[in-house]
């Protein structure tokens, strides 16, 4: 995690006046590192750190701010600035329509899903889409996108056998200026790498058919690759806008950073599965945030409200804003964590957390600890339980006796239920909706 690596680099510098070239060398190798590991191209991250360096050196070390999260903070704001910005990074509809969208990209990067998904998000815009397979080469291509269409409810065009991809894509803008469909989605043919056969082909329809917006489908997993693919097409077609699929899996999304940077056109959409809602409009900061590995605390909290009883969680937040989190409490806020997935993974989606995951291994309760733990717990008395501060050394000795543990087995469990009370009061404080701010420290 890069937010933890920055901070123990940074935890010298607490005190020094300035930041100077000497005293951030070595988080700016981490920096490095960290993109480099996340795929972002090698040449996209020489020009990024030494940008970051020249914001950097000069800085005066906050006080209030760990130096690495200062950093942490430069390196986030440029790496959002290096995609676009907070930017409307929203598609181009507003020409006379049938505003024409063309797909492109290498064979299976997902254009065909993707067409699919895009006339979906489309028609949620209260547009009336239609799909247009422009793949004659495999065989089941059109078949393909017809049983999108079909699944959808959105219309296919419908193209005669034989008939040139160029002439499909005109004779389907016509039809579609002639039928009401105000949105055209192109779904190209791919092949396997760039040839000049295929760029020919895209360039003819192109032409002819006058896309408001050429939108390279680029495979998120295939990293390098896909900046250097995404260069070819650009040269030949002017790409506008990049949507990246497969970002479900686990590529940590640098190749969409690199994208930018080569071509200049920003991703606007993002596809997370194969089903065919599974697109989102890509927000910058979310993917900054999974690069960085401070997390995506969006993520986070909807899978704890799915998974959270509501009503416990209330009865917790407000035992916590009192200040009256107990054992008790923090046996039934184990539980809830358990039914969340493992402790490290629920950690690991609260940015600055990751020093608490480091923390906290261990402490994933197994069904056998949580026996344990509910056994010891049982056999305090209520004021134990309401106060762990009264827990002294025979208390601890008769617990151990009543629940078949160890003392040890007690001061580890009162020493990581304080650790808890010590996070949840911090968690509580913020808020979800600034979480982000205060954790990541951002403004
Ligand atoms: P095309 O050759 O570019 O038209 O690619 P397809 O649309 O046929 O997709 C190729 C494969 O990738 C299919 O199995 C899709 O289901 C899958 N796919 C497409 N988009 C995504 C995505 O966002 N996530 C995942 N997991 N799979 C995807
Ligand atoms: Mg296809």
């Not at 605390?297 to 409200?305: G, R, W």
Request: hydrophobic residues 40%; aromatic residues 4%.
């Amino acid at each position: 995690n890069l937010s933890d690596k920055l901070e123990s680099v940074f935890k010298k510098l607490r005190g020094q006046g300035v930041m100077t070239e000497d005293n951030i060398k070595d988080a700016l190798r981490e920096v490095r590192l960290a993109l480099l590991e996340a795929d972002v191209n090698f040449k996209v991250v020489k020009d990024f750190v030494e940008n970051v360096r020249l914001k950097a050196v000069g800085t005066e070390v906050m006080q209030s701010l760990a130096p690495g999260q200062q950093v942490v903070r430069i390196v986030h704001d440029e790496l959002i600035t290096l995609m676009g910005g907070d930017q409307d990074n929203n598609l181009d509809l507003a020409a006379k329509p049938p505003v024409v969208l063309m797909l492109v990209g290498l064979q299976g990067a997902g254009k065909t899903t993707t067409c699919g998904k895009l006339g979906s998000w489309l028609r949620k815009q209260k547009r009336r889409p239609l799909l247009v397979p422009a793949d004659v080469y495999r065989p089941a291509a059109i078949e393909q996108l017809k049983t999108v269409g079909r699944q959808l409810n959105i219309d296919v065009f419908d193209s005669q056998t034989g008939q040139e991809p160029v002439d499909i894509c005109s004779a389907a803008v016509r039809f579609a200026e002639l039928n009401g469909f105000d949105t055209v989605l192109l779904d190209t043919a791919g092949r396997h790498q760039i040839d000049d056969f295929l760029m020919n082909e895209l360039e003819r329809i192109k032409a002819a058919a006058q896309p408001r917006e050429i939108l390279f489908v680029a495979d998120a997993m295939t990293g390098q690759e896909a900046v250097t693919v995404a260069g070819g097409f650009n040269d030949r077609l002017g790409i506008t806008g990049v949507i990246l699929s497969k970002l479900d899996g686990d590529a940590k999304g640098g190749a969409a950073l690199s994208i930018k940077a080569v071509t200049g056109a920003p991703v606007k959409f993002v596809g997370l599965g194969e089903k065919l809602d599974a697109l989102e409009v890509f927000h910058p900061d979310r993917l900054v945030s999974r690069i960085l590995g401070m997390g995506d605390v969006l993520t986070l909290v909807e899978k704890a409200q799915s998974a959270l009883d509501e009503k416990e969680t209330a009865r917790l937040t407000q035992k916590l804003k009192k200040n009256q989190f107990d054992l008790e409490d923090f046996l039934a806020q184990l539980q809830q964590i358990k039914k969340l997935g493992s402790l490290e993974s629920i950690m690991g989606m609260i940015p600055g957390m990751g020093k608490m995951v480091k923390q906290m291994q261990g402490a994933q309760p197994s069904e056998k600890e949580m026996k344990r733990i509910e056994a010891i717990i049982r056999s305090m008395t209520p004021a134990e339980r309401a106060d762990h501060g009264i827990i002294n050394g025979s208390r601890r000795l008769r617990i151990a006796k009543g629940s078949g543990t160890t003392v040890q087995e007690i001061n580890l469990l009162l020493k990581r239920f304080t650790e808890a009370q010590k996070m949840m009061k911090q968690l509580t404080k913020l808020g979800p909706k600034n979480l982000m701010k205060g954790m990541g420290g951002l403004p």
